[in-house]
């Protein structure tokens, strides 16, 4: 196992299509951030595991599955989901740190 050590906002780089990036550090929890191809499939430990343990096949409506496409000529933008909740006009940008 390789570690290393990375600082917020700082990324690492894996093959030349993923981008793992340190979003913030706290409290016992690191969030971090992925950019990758679409073809890549991304999940937490559990639920890859989770994932392994379904059974293989197409789903029984497998003709209204259509398949999720990713524009990745564009910035990928993060969200905040409690800066996004607050309210709007308060003065300066909740997202933006202090």
Do not use: F, W
């Not at 917020?8 to 030349?16: K, L």
Request: hydrophobic residues 40%; proline residues 11%; charged residues 25%.
């Amino acid at each position: 196992m390789l570690v290393l050590t990375r600082k917020p906002g700082e990324q690492i780089v894996i093959g030349n299509a993923i981008r793992i990036t340190v979003v913030s550090v706290g409290h016992g929890r690191v969030k971090i951030g992925v950019e990758a191809p679409p073809n890549v499939s991304i999940d937490r430990q559990e639920v890859h595991e989770r994932k392994q343990l379904e059974p293989v096949g197409p789903p029984a409506d497998a003709a209204e599955v259509r398949p999720v496409v990713v524009d990745m000529t564009k910035a990928p933008v993060l969200h905040n989901r409690i800066a996004d909740r607050l309210p709007v006009g308060s003065g300066a940008d909740p997202r933006k740190p202090r």
